[in-house]
Structures are given as structure tokens and as C-alpha cells.
């Protein structure tokens, strides 16, 4: 992600109370405010994840298989 692109990102998130901003010396550092967001983010990467899987193996079982004198 582009530096600024992820500047704007954080900077909506921090609007919306999402996360926190702190500073540690020339550090700006983020945390989130709602321990529960981590949750539900890692539960929305599970269900992507298993989505993304039945999505190959669908694939792998429509690609017809090559025979060995091919």
C-alpha cells in the first residue's frame, strides 16, 4: 500500500473510532479501540478464505484432466 493511500485509510478509521493514534518518539503507532473489531476481522479472513477454497476446488474438479498419451 502507498504510504499516503494507507494514511487516508488510517485516518478514516481513526474518524470512526476504530483505532487509536499514538505517538513513540518519531513513531506514530495505531492500535484498534474495539478489541472485538480483531475478532471480526480474522472471522471475515476465515470466511474468505474458505470461499477462495471451494472456489479452486471447483476449478480443479471442471479442468479436464489430461491423459497420459497426451
Known sequence: IEPSNLSQQL???????LVLQSRDGAEVVYSLSVP???DLLLTGRTI???????QHALKRSLTPMRSARA
Open 11 to 17: 485516518a478514516v478509521l481513526r474518524r470512526a473510532g
Open 48 to 54: 474468505l478464505r474458505g470461499i477462495i477454497d471451494d
Open 36 to 38: 472485538a473489531v480483531r
